[in-house]
């Protein structure tokens, strides 16, 4: 199937996106990418330990894959701006996933400060792709200040819950004329197929594959599953119904 | 760039913030019969708490009950499930480094107290860059500025040039020095400093006058309003804890959960830690009151890890390098490693006496392995000065 996504001037196959921290190695984070064949992964500039003698973890990207910095840390529109900035200048792109926080208790991100700092990035010509508490309100303020996806969350980070916010998402996916990336809370390969079937173009996931027992074949996993979902999408699924239908027209009595 | 700061203490919050201190805030809450809670918990109610997905402070004395020791497994399962969601399999590295140990209090448990005969130095400009340039070749990012207790011998100017000095060697800089005002939290976190280490010792009044005999220190209220203070100036992190050993250990868990819940629904862009040190053999030859066995030493940390889900447990070298082992499947994410307590220690340009004896003398690379070993990954780097 000729099915590409396109994100900022780039074709995008493998619509399953992989986030980097948790894994207990760089080198089982290597390896998860490699064979899932994953192209887009988020890359936290608070963790990139560059020029010393520890390990670095952009060294065990493979050079295939697109980076969104992931201004994970941010607690506000001004430090996420600041670390876009760093991460681009450090050579890891003007793919930005905008993170900010500024609840550390639940980790639910702020959109009121999110929407500020996609406006600021976008203009700098940044392929900015905010993380949100799912709202229609605020996906169409993040559209209108340029964001080039929008990313709700479809439960609570690193819950592995699913799409708890699947109503909302839909409404989303009708009503936002841009990709809509589900980020987030995606415990289960048929979770992220779930969403995909509801129109997503994309889902990023990275507690439910960096704590599997086996990280390597659990994004493989995600990997199938999300085109799993997608094909479906495409495909046309039947809907759910609440009762039974039958198969005989109710209206064969009428000739003309 | 004070502005920067201040920018997190919005109107909203403001007004949102209640008029109550964090003293009443602990007192109103610590007003239970702790004996009784701790030793009359049944099974029942220890099985559920323990299936709760969010727990209160009232649900804390279970944690820390008879019955909940008796059962330290089960605690131990859920504060591991818990630190694996919210941390993933890695466990974050930092050091200390001392810059002097003057001090100008009496303090009947540490080795620095005023009346100690020790070697007493500070590093100056050279000597300081020197022990920094030698700790960040071993590979740490993130440091952790010691200066003693002496506002006269290391005042806040002196420790401004230190932060101006470690920025340019380390990403992430926290201090642990005397309490400051408002104004010279925000000038150090300008200078570079994100993080705060700042440990009460004990929230039991009575007990912490005794133990604190003369100086500055002496004022509980002043030491226990500093991470307040510094929250206010902007602070990113803030670590806190209390001296085990000193005073009643659970009681002092239960005040210092107290302690840390109040801050972050006034706070609740702060990262908030805790470290729960055991006194350890002083120069000074201070033996514990209350004796803190392995097995309470634990429960007590497993106990804060559930209430607490997101917060961080910081480990220092004071506790062995096997029972820091173990620990960290179950709620430890962050450790000192190949840590020097003596002035001068990294560059060793001359040493002086350290502030407490270490127990894992582990080099770094040693730490790594055995996080390593234990199926986590080893990380220096977890924040970056903007």
Same mark, same amino acid.
């Given at each position: 199937?000729?099915? %590409?996504?396109?994100? &900022?001037?780039?074709?995008? @196959?493998?619509? %399953?996106?992989?986030?980097?921290?948790?894994?207990? @190695?760089?080198?089982?984070?290597?390896?998860?990418?490699?064979? @899932?064949?994953? =192209?887009?992964?988020?890359?936290?500039?608070?963790?990139?330990?560059?020029?010393?003698?520890? =390990?670095?973890?952009?060294? %065990?990207?493979?050079?295939?894959?697109?980076?969104?910095?992931?201004?994970?840390? *941010?607690?506000?529109?001004?430090?996420?701006?600041?670390?876009? $900035?760093?991460?681009?200048?450090?050579?890891?792109?003007?793919?930005?996933?905008? =993170?900010?926080?500024?609840?550390?208790?639940?980790?639910?991100?702020?959109?009121?400060?999110?929407?500020?700092?996609?406006?600021?990035?976008?203009?700098?010509?940044?392929?900015?792709?905010?993380? %949100?508490?799912?709202?229609?309100?605020? *996906?169409? $303020?993040?559209?209108?200040?340029?964001?080039?996806?929008?990313?709700?969350?479809?439960?609570?980070?690193?819950?592995?819950?699913?799409?708890?916010?699947? =109503?909302?998402?839909?409404?989303?996916?009708?009503?936002?004329?841009?990709?809509?990336?589900?980020? *987030?809370?995606?415990?289960?390969?048929?979770?992220?197929?779930?969403?995909?079937?509801? &129109?997503?173009?994309?889902?990023?996931?990275?507690?439910?594959?960096?704590?599997?027992?086996?990280?390597?074949?659990?994004?493989?996993?995600? @990997?199938?599953?999300?085109?799993?979902? $997608?094909?479906?999408?495409?495909? &046309?699924? *039947?809907?759910?119904?609440?009762?039974?239908?039958?198969?005989?027209?109710?209206? &064969?009595?009428?000739?003309? | +760039?004070? #502005? !920067?700061?201040?920018?997190?203490?919005?109107?909203?919050?403001?007004?949102?913030?209640?008029?109550?201190?964090?003293?009443?805030?602990?007192?109103?809450?610590?007003?239970?019969?702790?004996? !009784?809670?701790?030793?009359?918990?049944?099974?029942?109610?220890?099985?559920?708490?323990?299936?709760?997905?969010?727990?209160?402070?009232?649900?804390?004395?279970?944690?820390?009950?008879?019955?909940?020791?008796?059962?330290?497994?089960?605690?131990?399962?859920?504060?591991?499930?818990?630190?694996?969601?919210?941390?993933?399999?890695?466990?974050?590295?930092?050091?200390?480094?001392?810059?002097?140990?003057?001090?100008?209090?009496?303090?009947?448990?540490?080795?620095?107290?005023?009346?100690?005969?020790?070697?007493?130095?500070?590093?100056?400009?050279?000597?300081?860059?020197?022990?920094?340039?030698?700790?960040?070749?071993?590979?740490?990012?993130?440091?952790?500025?010691?200066?003693?207790?002496? !506002?006269?011998?290391?005042?806040?100017?002196?420790?401004?040039?230190?932060?101006?000095?470690?920025?340019?060697?380390?990403?992430?800089?926290?201090?642990?020095?005397?309490?400051?005002?408002?104004?010279?939290?925000? #000038?150090?976190?300008?200078?570079?400093?994100?993080?705060?280490?700042?440990?009460?010792?004990?929230?039991?009044?009575?007990?912490?006058?005794?133990?604190?005999?003369?100086?500055?220190?002496?004022?509980?209220?002043?030491?226990?309003?500093?991470?307040?203070?510094?929250? +206010?100036?902007?602070?990113?992190?803030?670590?806190?804890?209390?001296?085990?050993?000193?005073?009643?250990?659970?009681?002092?868990?239960?005040?210092?959960?107290?302690?840390?819940?109040?801050? #972050?629904?006034?706070?609740?862009?702060?990262?908030?830690?805790?470290?729960?040190?055991?006194?350890?053999?002083?120069?000074?030859?201070?033996?514990?009151?209350?004796?803190?066995?392995?097995?309470?030493?634990? #429960?007590?940390?497993?106990?804060?890890?559930?209430?607490?889900?997101?917060?961080?447990?910081?480990?220092?070298? !004071?506790?062995?390098?096997?029972?820091?082992?173990?620990?960290?499947?179950?709620?430890?994410?962050?450790?000192?490693?190949?840590?020097?307590?003596?002035?001068?220690?990294?560059?060793?340009?001359?040493?002086?006496?350290?502030?407490?004896?270490?127990?894992?003398?582990?080099?770094?690379?040693?730490? /790594?392995?055995?996080?390593?070993? /234990?199926?986590?990954?080893?990380?220096?780097?977890?924040?970056?000065?903007?």
């Amino acid at each position: 199937m000729d099915d %590409f996504l396109l994100i &900022g001037g780039k074709k995008i @196959s493998n619509r %399953f996106f992989l986030g980097t921290g948790k894994f207990s @190695s760089n080198e089982l984070m290597r390896k998860a990418i490699e064979e @899932s064949k994953v =192209e887009v992964v988020t890359v936290a500039l608070r963790r990139v330990d560059g020029g010393g003698k520890n =390990e670095n973890i952009l060294d %065990f990207i493979p050079k295939r894959c697109i980076i969104m910095s992931n201004t994970s840390g *941010a607690r506000n529109a001004d430090e996420a701006v600041r670390i876009a $900035r760093i991460a681009k200048a450090a050579g890891m792109g003007n793919w930005v996933k905008i =993170e900010v926080i500024s609840d550390a208790k639940y980790l639910l991100p702020d959109n009121f400060e999110t929407i500020k700092a996609t406006e600021i990035l976008a203009k700098e010509g940044f392929v900015v792709m905010p993380y %949100f508490n799912p709202d229609l309100m605020d *996906a169409r $303020r993040l559209r209108d200040a340029g964001a080039a996806t929008v990313m709700p969350l479809g439960s609570p980070i690193g819950t592995n819950k699913g799409l708890k916010t699947k =109503e909302i998402i839909q409404i989303i996916v009708n009503e936002i004329n841009l990709p809509v990336v589900v980020d *987030a809370g995606i415990g289960r390969p048929s979770q992220a197929a779930e969403a995909m079937e509801l &129109g997503c173009a994309a889902v990023l996931a990275n507690t439910a594959v960096a704590l599997a027992q086996d990280p390597v074949k659990t994004a493989v996993a995600f @990997s199938l599953g999300v085109q799993a979902g $997608r094909y479906a999408f495409v495909a &046309g699924i *039947a809907q759910e119904k609440n009762v039974a239908e039958a198969s005989s027209p109710l209206t &064969g009595f009428l000739q003309d | +760039m004070l #502005q !920067r700061h201040l920018h997190h203490l919005q109107d909203f919050y403001r007004i949102k913030m209640t008029q109550i201190t964090a003293n009443e805030f602990i007192k109103n809450n610590s007003n239970l019969d702790f004996e !009784r809670l701790f030793t009359t918990t049944t099974i029942n109610q220890l099985n559920g708490v323990l299936f709760l997905e969010h727990i209160s402070l009232s649900h804390l004395p279970i944690l820390l009950s008879k019955i909940a020791l008796e059962n330290i497994e089960l605690l131990a399962r859920k504060a591991h499930n818990i630190t694996l969601r919210d941390f993933g399999k890695v466990v974050f590295l930092y050091a200390p480094l001392y810059a002097a140990n003057f001090c100008e209090n009496e303090c009947l448990y540490c080795g620095f107290k005023a009346s100690n005969k020790i070697v007493r130095r500070k590093l100056d400009a050279s000597e300081f860059k020197e022990e920094a340039i030698a700790l960040s070749a071993k590979g740490i990012r993130d440091v952790l500025l010691l200066s003693g207790e002496s !506002r006269v011998k290391t005042p806040p100017e002196y420790l401004v040039e230190c932060v101006n000095t470690l920025k340019k060697y380390f990403s992430s800089i926290s201090i642990e020095v005397y309490p400051l005002q408002e104004l010279e939290y925000a #000038q150090l976190i300008n200078a570079g400093v994100d993080g705060l280490a700042i440990y009460q010792e004990t929230y039991d009044e009575v007990v912490y006058e005794k133990m604190h005999k003369a100086g500055p220190k002496r004022d509980f209220l002043y030491r226990l309003n500093a991470p307040e203070r510094a929250c +206010m100036a902007g602070i990113r992190s803030v670590s806190m804890g209390a001296l085990l050993g000193l005073s009643n250990p659970k009681k002092d868990v239960f005040m210092l959960a107290a302690h840390i819940l109040y801050l #972050q629904s006034k706070f609740p862009w702060v990262d908030f830690s805790f470290s729960l040190p055991r006194i350890r053999p002083q120069s000074g030859g201070y033996q514990p009151d209350h004796i803190v066995s392995d097995k309470l030493f634990t #429960q007590l940390l497993l106990a804060l890890r559930i209430m607490f889900p997101r917060v961080g447990i910081n480990m220092s070298t !004071r506790e062995n390098a096997q029972l820091r082992k173990n620990l960290i499947g179950l709620g430890v994410t962050r450790m000192s490693a190949g840590s020097k307590t003596e002035v001068g220690g990294y560059a060793s340009c001359g040493k002086s006496e350290g502030q407490f004896e270490i127990s894992d003398e582990s080099s770094i690379e040693a730490v /790594c392995s055995t996080i390593t070993e /234990c199926g986590y990954a080893p990380v220096f780097k977890d924040w970056q000065t903007l």
